[in-house]
């Protein structure tokens, strides 16, 4: 078994949208893996005093059985876990050889988030002074 | 703790080239030579590709004054790797585009900026325990050497609102690229018709090499509202579409699903 460490959070909202694509890459030949773009579910697992771990059920995906595993501080969720269960064949492992992108619900800047790159559009050394990466680079250049 | 990251920055073929290095090599003599080494390049590849340049190789091409004979071998790779993705991508990817007045001209930059891109990281790849991030032009090439180092995190641009991010992905070794029609205005039409493609704001793909993750972002993004399903046929990659209407669908490709 192999465990992706997906990403760590601080909003429930991003964590809804893991399950929302979860669940809608289950079954073969089903609707196209439409990700709702925003959801505002909340996926109940809020409100534990302390550091503690939740495992979601695990769902049947293409990929195999996969389950989402929070781990919750203060109430927050601190952190997200995917145990990725099905690396038999080789393209298992080609699929899973890249993590999905993963939504943000809330708008986040370059200077919140932490991000070490942003890729966007072709842009040119005009666009750069406006993009967001002029924003990080503005925090360690060397010229 | 996070080992801190020294960023270079340099322009080149008209686009912001940054590098983050993160490692023993960062801050030291031998990860700023490898960056000069990097960043020149680079500006070879320019001197060679650009169509700006009236006097590059790739402009006498495109005017059918030389044939690729004369020219450098590095110019019959990258017509190859065009024709590859023209036939994968039905046609909506060409590196003759038709324009408005109906000529068809020659612009390989779909194609260069990856190869370009991948080639300038060779020299990086080379420090010891030493992880990069090298990016031009929002496309990048990522690596990272430590196994106890964290992924470096990608923050993808919303099109619709380049302040802003709208999804972000972790990468340790591998290329990300992004089509779309912000910052420079609508400059990807669809070859076959030569128009805008519709119904898209944005494809980003996450693939091993930048190569493969910019062809198949142009010519998804060309594709329009056919983008999500052509590349849910491409193993090896993941990404993120995101729609007109601002709605993003991730994708990994190779899913195997009944054709939609």
Redesign the interface.
Known sequence: MRRIV??SVGTVGVVALLFG?RTS?EG????????P?ISGGNPGAGRAPRASTVFGDAAET?FGPVQVELTLAGGRIARVDVPVYPDETS?DQ???????????QE????QS?????????????E??L?????A??K????? | MTA????????VM???V?L?LRGPHAADETG?GAWREAFAALEDVDRVFSTYRPDSFVSRYGRGEIGLGECPPELADVVRLGERAKAESGGAFDLWRRHGDGSLRFDPSGVV?GWAVDRAALPLRRLADTDF?L?A????V?HVADPDAP???????H?LD??????????RD?A?????????GK?IEDARTGLAPEGIA?V?V???DLVRADVDATAAFALGRDA??WL?GR??????VVRSD?????????????A?
């Open positions: 997906l990403w694509y890459t073969p030949g089903g609707a196209p893996a439409a990700v773009a293409q393209e080609q699929i899973a050889s890249f993590a999905l992108p993963r939504l943000i708008t986040i800047s370059a988030a932490k991000i070490d790159m942003v890729s966007g559009a072709t842009y040119t050394s666009g750069y406006h993009s967001l990466q002029s990080l680079d925090a360690g250049v060397v010229s | 801190p990251i020294r960023r270079y920055v340099g322009h008209g686009m912001p940054s983050a700023a900026k991030c990016a032009g929002g496309d990048m990522c992924d470096w995190t990608i923050g993808i641009e099109p380049p302040s802003r991010l709208i999804a972000t992905v972790p990468v591998g990300v690229a992004t089509s779309g029609s912000a910052h420079r400059h944005s980003t996450v693939a091993a999500l399903r849910q193993p090896g990659a993941t990404g993120l601002g709605s993003a669908v991730p994708f990994a490709g190779g899913e195997r699903r009944a939609a």
